[in-house]
């Protein structure tokens, strides 16, 4: 049986260890888009880090950064400041031709828009087979065996012979998926991938990314504005005005009855020098605003808002991160 989701006010800090096995290390980065004159910070010192084969989702509404931040670590933009690394490779210091190796053998890519996935006029195996032919990677068998293999993988081998067109949008977003891990990248990045998709079709490509991260390892990064994508996935990192806001951490537990339950957590971002962003329910909640008290207690760290009031506000008055 599924529990409740759980919300703590905990923050999660990011000690170096954790970034020693890491697939995508990013430190304050930093994008700033000039337009007529005006300015826009996309990003504003985003802190990640995703661990090697792990399956994360980042959230966030419209605006929020999401897919700035996908840009740039799939090498299609740079960064204004900061530091970002993804499988060992710094993206601040490629030069052209390492862009393309990059893009070519360090991460696969699957867009929202079928269309940028897939040619219209070949197969989905032709599909598949084309960036192995363009790496030229292994013998012709080896090419058509590991085609073969995806296709498989994905639920899509009977559709080999098919053309986009003559697929479903779940069938497509499955064979650009296949595409996408066809070089064996270290890093799989997806932009919205279940946007154009209905509900039923979009769990099938869900499980489709979780069915080839399991299988193969890949770390997976995919970007959406659907929360519901956090059910699927057991990390879930929110950006919110250019900045990791919060993560969701999921688990399955067995309770003393030996039924299981999955359990939800909601942890606050902290930053290397101690930011973090409130969620906007409990800033409304508690009416905060430019400025709060905070008082620091054995085992949590206490917030009040900053108005005239009795020395102890009561529990139904604050706020306090455990």
């Not at 989701?5 to 990011?14: C, E, F, G, L, W």
């Not at 699957?110 to 084309?130: D, F, H, I, K, M």
């Not at 489709?208 to 193969?216: F, P, Q």
Request: some cysteine.
């Amino acid at each position: 049986m599924n529990g409740p989701t759980s919300r703590t006010a905990a923050t999660v800090p990011d000690p170096p260890a954790r970034g020693v096995h890491a697939s995508i290390v990013c430190h304050g980065l930093v994008r700033i888009f000039a337009t007529d004159g005006v300015e826009v910070q996309a990003l504003q010192g985003l802190d990640l880090t995703v661990q090697s084969s792990e399956l994360v989702a980042v959230v966030g509404a419209s605006g929020s950064g999401k897919s700035t931040l996908l840009g740039i670590l799939s090498g299609l933009d740079t960064p204004t400041a900061g530091a970002v690394r993804v499988a060992g490779t710094d993206l601040l210091t490629m030069d052209r031709r390492a862009r393309v190796r990059y893009q070519r053998h360090t991460v696969g890519f699957v867009w929202q828009q079928t269309g940028r996935n897939l040619l219209p006029y070949l197969s989905a195996a032709e599909n598949v087979r084309l960036p192995l032919e363009i790496a030229g990677s292994g013998s012709r068998a080896d090419r058509t065996r590991r085609v073969a293999q995806l296709l498989d993988l994905l639920d899509v081998g009977a559709l080999a012979d098919r053309r986009p067109g003559e697929m479903s949008g779940g069938q497509q977003q499955r064979v650009a998926i296949a595409v996408a891990v066809a070089n064996a990248p270290r890093v799989l990045l997806a932009d919205e991938p279940t946007g154009e998709l209905d509900e039923a079709t979009s769990v099938e490509v869900l499980e489709a990314l979780r069915a080839v991260n399991r299988e193969t390892g890949v770390t997976t990064l995919l970007v959406t504005h659907d929360p519901t994508v956090s059910e699927h996935v057991a990390r879930t990192v929110q950006i919110r005005d250019g900045r990791t806001s919060t993560e969701v951490l999921r688990r399955t537990e067995v309770d003393e009855h030996g039924d299981t339950q999955d359990v939800a957590e909601e942890f606050a971002v902290m930053d290397r020098v101690g930011r973090l962003q409130l969620p906007s329910e409990f800033v409304e909640a508690l009416d905060l605003r430019a400025r709060v008290r905070l008082a620091l207690e054995p085992d949590h760290v206490q917030v009040r808002p900053d108005r005239p009031g009795p020395a102890d506000p009561g529990p139904a008055r604050h706020e306090e991160a455990r």
